[in-house]
């Protein structure tokens, strides 16, 4: 290594300086710095140190070019409100790396248009790859032409069986909450739930039915109660169902906003929670779980995992690796809706 070159103090370090401190051409110390398998190794350490000694940071931007990536990734949305986009981001965000990979977030709005101008938007900033979310778990058509770079999808699974697909296992959660209420001691278990249009609801009531037949027992009314997500349908379904099956002493909900209709609901008809009856939700979104009276037992569908794995995935798949499509189990989270009896 020769003597290290006076730099002015007004001036940042370059490649050049890199080099010629190091004894190399500007080429070499290049691809040193950029792990270029063609360099020898104690060529690759000599190099190194003299960045270090210089305090030499690559430019972002020549760093790109030289390796052929931006250092950028494009997340494709649906879901309008961040339910699930924004714990996903978060999750990817984190197995990226904090300032090493930027994400570019778009709103699709679920318009298959808008989704298309997105994807040309984010393929003419040169994205190393995208990550689609979906803002429920029904299968969905892949991406429309050729992409040229690796395509990650979440929550919503490509229809594409070749396609890598990070999912939530809605049938083990519909299982997870009815074993847990079994475990409480409870027998006589209603199902409210949201639309059956949607996939999600009837995994999570095909998981709620098979751990009862498990057990020997069947759904309060022998079906689940499908309607809408939302609190109101949880109030009216509740009233519904004690009216006619007094005998019923828990509720597994399709989601967290039918859970707290149902207790409303439950506590205006003089029910106790969680003493004579459980109650257990879907989601586990803190916002409704953490201050709901009382507190609310939730399945979690760890969406911020599923952000983690979709990152990781994504960043195997840009650096050549082939991945396969992945279903992830939902954890339980217990609060006072559900205490054990005594």
């Known amino acids: 290594m020769t003597t290290e070159p006076e730099i002015p103090a007004n001036r940042t370090p370059t490649l050049t300086d890199v080099a010629k401190l190091a004894g190399v051409s500007v080429a070499t110390a290049s691809k040193a710095i950029n792990g270029r398998s063609e360099v020898r190794a104690t060529t690759r350490?000599?190099?190194?140190?003299?960045?270090?000694?210089l305090s030499f940071a690559p430019n972002a931007l020549a760093r790109s070019l030289l390796s052929g990536r931006t250092g950028t990734v494009g997340l494709i949305t649906s879901d309008l409100e961040g339910r699930f986009s924004i714990p996903i981001l978060m999750g990817a965000e984190d197995a990226?790396?904090?300032?090493?990979?930027?994400?570019?977030?778009?709103?699709?709005?679920?318009d298959a248009i808008r989704e298309q101008h997105h994807v040309r938007a984010l393929l003419s900033r040169r994205v190393d790859g995208l990550i689609v979310v979906g803002s429920r778990t029904d299968p969905r058509p892949p991406l429309a032409g050729n992409i040229?770079?690796?395509?990650?999808?979440?929550?919503?699974?490509?229809?594409?069986?070749?396609?890598?697909?990070?999912?939530v296992d809605n049938v083990g959660g519909g299982r997870l909450a009815i074993d847990h209420l079994l475990a409480c001691g409870r027998r006589n278990i209603a199902h409210i739930t949201g639309e059956i249009g949607f996939q999600a609801a009837r995994d999570r009531a095909e998981g709620a039915a098979a751990a009862l037949a498990d057990a020997g027992l069947s759904l309060v009314g022998d079906r689940p109660y499908f309607g809408s997500w939302d609190e109101s349908w949880g109030r009216a379904a509740a009233h519904m169902v004690v009216e006619r099956h007094a005998e019923v002493d828990a509720i597994f909900c399709g989601s967290d906003q039918i859970a707290r209709g149902v207790l409303d609901a439950l506590r205006d008809l003089g029910r106790d929670?969680?003493?004579?009856?459980?109650?257990?939700?879907?989601?586990?979104?803190?916002?409704?779980?953490?201050?709901?009276?009382?507190?609310?037992?939730?399945?979690?569908?760890?969406?911020?995992?599923?952000?983690?794995?979709?990152?990781?995935?994504?960043?195997?798949?840009?650096?050549?690796a082939v991945s396969r499509s992945e279903e992830f189990s939902g954890r339980l989270v217990m609060r006072e809706s559900t205490l054990p009896q005594r």
Do not use: H
Request: charged residues 15%.
């Open 96 to 110: 990226f790396g904090a300032g090493q990979v930027s994400v570019f977030l778009c709103d699709a709005r679920g």
């Open 45 to 53: 350490v000599r190099v190194l140190k003299a960045a270090e000694l």
């Open 273 to 320: 929670v969680p003493g004579t009856l459980s109650v257990i939700g879907f989601d586990n979104w803190e916002a409704i779980s953490a201050d709901s009276r009382p507190r609310l037992t939730s399945i979690d569908m760890n969406l911020q995992r599923l952000g983690a794995v979709a990152g990781q995935r994504l960043f195997e798949a840009i650096g050549g």
């Open 148 to 167: 040229p770079v690796p395509v990650v999808y979440v929550y919503a699974p490509s229809a594409d069986p070749s396609d890598v697909s990070i999912s």
